[in-house]
């Protein structure tokens, strides 16, 4: 199940709150003693972290069970950088935290309200240092962001405590919302080097609309030297003649296409009308992604209970009636900007 982005937290009774982690989404299942950890489209995790596979082995039941491995920085924050190059750091701390329970001992638990679902594996989660039960709060969300804000982490996640669990669907009854602004992005080319930098100047991003390639912006920025040259040399098998886009893309330098298999995810300032990421910054490589889930971010507007509206006493519609009028008045003014002019009905 996977969610979609709202820009901004809020407060609801009908909605509980969790931590948005920075890692690698893992779903695992036991089995007796077998034991499966794997992402999400299928690349196993079992050797990558073994701790967490081994650890795995102390939950009593048989399971099915949907979380997020991290491994923490030296402020016991989530590292991304440390998670994907885990053989490196293996010393520091790895968690494997579980929000959610598909299975439980045979029994299919996806139809069960999110409550009960996390009622339930609070209950067979084992109290461990790597093995963790993902807790929630509920109704204050605004609150929740404010925090996690402040400790500096990706965000929150908030997920209504009636939905269901739908496997591989992306619903409105899970949203992220993020501290900084990040996109996934499939990475489609990149441009020769200018001046005195080396192997190469920008990375050609895109994502999918439908069944079809879209071109979304170039990010040349977020490498130092060791990074240019790791990525060079991925980048160099996947090399291809023809453009894996259907339009023309207008760039500085010469262009080398590659076939679109590879996902980066970037931070930016901001999505363009024409929907184009404004100053990308290339963050990492995500592993763990499928092209086809690679998506441009779009805000979710959360629907909120409606309230009956008061009825206006006696002369106060009239007030009302009036204030209205003369707001649409003001509203409607004329604005020339060199030989445009442009009505403004909603400043």
């Not at 982690?21 to 990558?48: H, P, Q």
């Not at 992604?289 to 008061?310: D, F, L, W």
Request: hydrophobic fraction near 35%.
């Amino acid at each position: 199940m996977l969610a979609k982005e709202t820009e901004k937290p809020f407060d609801s009774k009908d909605w509980l709150f969790e931590i948005k982690w920075d890692g690698y989404r893992a779903i695992s299942e036991k089995n007796k003693n077998n034991i499966s950890l794997y992402s999400r489209n299928g690349i196993s995790f079992e050797y990558t972290y073994p701790v967490v596979t081994d650890q795995l082995k102390l939950v009593n039941e048989d399971v099915v069970l949907d979380g997020e491995v991290v491994v923490l920085d030296d402020e016991g924050r989530p590292s991304f950088q440390f998670l994907q190059h885990y053989s490196e750091n293996s010393h520091r701390p790895i968690q494997y935290h579980i929000f959610d329970l598909l299975q439980l001992n045979g029994h299919d638990t996806t139809g069960l309200p999110l409550l009960d679902r996390k009622e339930l594996l609070q209950l067979i989660i084992p109290e461990n240092e790597v093995i963790k039960y993902s807790d929630h709060i509920l109704e204050h969300g605004k609150a929740f962001f404010q925090v996690s804000t402040e400790k500096n982490l990706e965000g929150i996640m908030a997920k209504k405590i009636d939905s269901k669990y739908y496997v591989g669907s992306r619903t409105t009854e899970w949203l992220k919302i993020k501290n900084h602004k990040t996109q996934e992005a499939i990475i489609a080319g990149y441009t020769d080097p200018g001046g005195t930098r080396k192997y190469f100047g920008a990375l050609i991003l895109g994502s999918m609309v439908g069944n079809k390639l879209t071109y979304i912006g170039h990010t040349g920025t977020g490498f130092d030297q060791k990074l240019l040259k790791e990525m060079y040399e991925l980048l160099q098998p996947l090399a291809q003649e023809d453009s894996p886009f259907d339009e023309k893309i207008k760039t500085n330098m010469p262009v080398t296409w590659i076939k679109p298999t590879l996902i980066c995810e970037v931070k930016y300032a901001e999505i363009t009308a024409d929907g184009k990421l404004r100053h990308p910054v290339f963050l990492h490589l995500r592993e763990d992604k499928n092209i086809n889930e690679v998506i441009m971010a779009k805000s979710t507007p959360v629907k909120q209970s409606v309230q009956k509206k008061s009825t206006p006493a006696k002369g106060e519609k009239e007030k009302a009636i009036s204030k209205k009028k003369s707001d649409t008045k003001e509203q409607s003014e004329i604005f020339i900007f060199g030989r445009d002019k442009i009505k403004a009905t909603h400043l």
